[in-house]
């Protein structure tokens, strides 16, 4: 990896679930039991209907919550709290991670589609608290999810980021077009490379990667 190619960054960008912990935790599993759930009480649907439901909202929206808001008008605020009530216990403090972040030159800041309390949370299990500038959640760009154009704007322009000064680091492909798009360095974190065109760079190990930014 040619290490010059992040020379410029000064602002670090990171997805929270299955980016900043490894998806053998799986945690967000918990959330989407707990997603699901709130579809078929709210919907009065069974759990077939749900998943289906499910994976319409994420197609078409962006997320579940994306599509529950404009389709059926529900607070976000109810279902953040509720979706998000998971247990931490699958997650471990990662020393060596939180030593690399910290040592990137710059602004450090975390942007999820969950909310930033729930983020704090996962921070705080995986020893990774007080390392970033800000966390932002989906409240922050008005329930706006990401891959939408408008979610990245918002945070941004609150952030008063630079794009062709950073670097976003992502597990879900389809939120590095947008950033791509902007002028950012775009990392694919995951097991398997997502072969698009804005997708820049893949590591399966986020640690390995910053290890090389930062030696």
Known sequence: MPIDAFSHVSTWV??????????EARLFDLIEVR???????????????????????????????????????VDPEPYLVDVHDISMDSL?????????????PGRRIVYTNGCAPYAERVLAARGLSGLFDAVYGVEHAGFLPKPERGAFDAIFAQDKLTPDTAAMFEDDARNLAVPHDLGMRTVHVAPTRADAPHVQFHTDDLSSFLQQLVK
């Open 14 to 23: 990171f997805d929270l679930d299955n980016t900043l912990y490894p998806p």
């Open 35 to 73: 997603m699901t759930d709130w579809v078929m009480q709210t919907l009065k649907v069974d759990r077939s209907e749900a998943d289906r439901l499910r994976s319409h909202y994420w197609h078409t929206h962006g997320t579940t919550l994306a599509g529950l808001m404009r389709e059926h008008d």
């Open 92 to 104: 471990t403090p990662d020393p060596v991670l939180a030593t690399r972040i910290r040592a990137l």
